[in-house]
């Protein structure tokens, strides 16, 4: 069965310093969304993405986040500059396209450390 | 904007009883779906069930029904012969109806604080 896969699925990162995680979404789907879940919090929406440009964005997405799907396959999630309250489970999702394609896949996560 | 309320932080139900958690949301969309999802402790998010607002029909899957009550905007689950499976953290979560290119939706999820719900043998 076709699945999101996310690596790695621990990153232990200093404050300060820059990360990529990075997302491969199932083949077919043209949505991508990456979100994040503080431990013991909700999954909060960061940002979407379609057709090669952000379609929706929170406020937590602000300048030090940007996404990029470089290949055609990866879908990537950088911060610039890690702050202590980055630390979080990244989780990135994937849907078909279509007004009837209502399910979002995700994948197993990266827990991002920040020290 | 869209707020998801989920009032139980925890639930604990013995094996092969039944549970019921609650999930209330505001918004002034019309046409939605409202989904659950469950987190066990691996951490990755299942989808367990959806419903369509324009559906009056409860959904329904296996051992997984919901109550949905458009007009209270409620949404809850009901998880029949429970199983040590079941053991997870589940979120409820909303999305509006996806209106397509040019639109103003492309799908985001706004989900509530989660319910952890632990199954006892």
């Known amino acids: 069965e076709p699945e999101v896969t996310q690596t790695p699925s621990h990153q232990v990162t200093q404050m300060g310093q820059e990360v990529i995680l990075r997302c491969v979404p199932i083949s077919n789907h043209l949505y991508f969304y990456w979100y994040r879940q503080i431990l013991g919090q909700k999954v909060e929406f960061l940002v979407s993405f379609y057709n090669n440009e952000i379609s929706e964005k929170s406020e937590i997405f602000d300048d030090q986040f940007s996404v990029e799907r470089p290949d055609g396959s990866n879908f990537t999630l950088k911060i610039r500059s890690t702050k202590l309250e980055d630390s979080a489970m990244y989780f990135c999702?994937?849907?078909?396209?279509?007004?009837?394609?209502?399910?979002?896949?995700f994948g197993q996560g990266t827990r991002l450390t920040v020290v | 904007a869209q707020t998801v309320t989920q009032s139980q932080p925890e639930m604990s139900v013995q094996e092969a009883e039944t549970v019921t958690l609650s999930c209330t949301y505001d918004?002034?969309?019309?046409?939605?779906?409202l989904f659950w999802y469950k987190q066990p402790p691996s951490r990755q998010m299942i989808l367990v069930i959806r419903q369509e607002a324009y559906k009056q029909q409860n959904a329904t899957e296996n051992r997984f029904s919901v109550n949905f009550q458009k007009a209270a905007k409620s949404f809850s689950l009901k998880i029949s012969d429970s199983q040590l499976g079941d053991t997870a953290m589940y979120f409820c979560a909303f999305m509006k109806h996806h209106r397509g290119a040019g639109g103003t939706s492309y799908g985001k999820l706004t989900f509530g604080q989660g319910t952890i719900l632990t199954v006892h043998p």
């Open positions: 999702a994937s849907r078909e396209w279509g007004l009837q394609s209502t399910e979002a896949f």
């Open positions: 918004t002034s969309e019309n046409n939605y779906y």
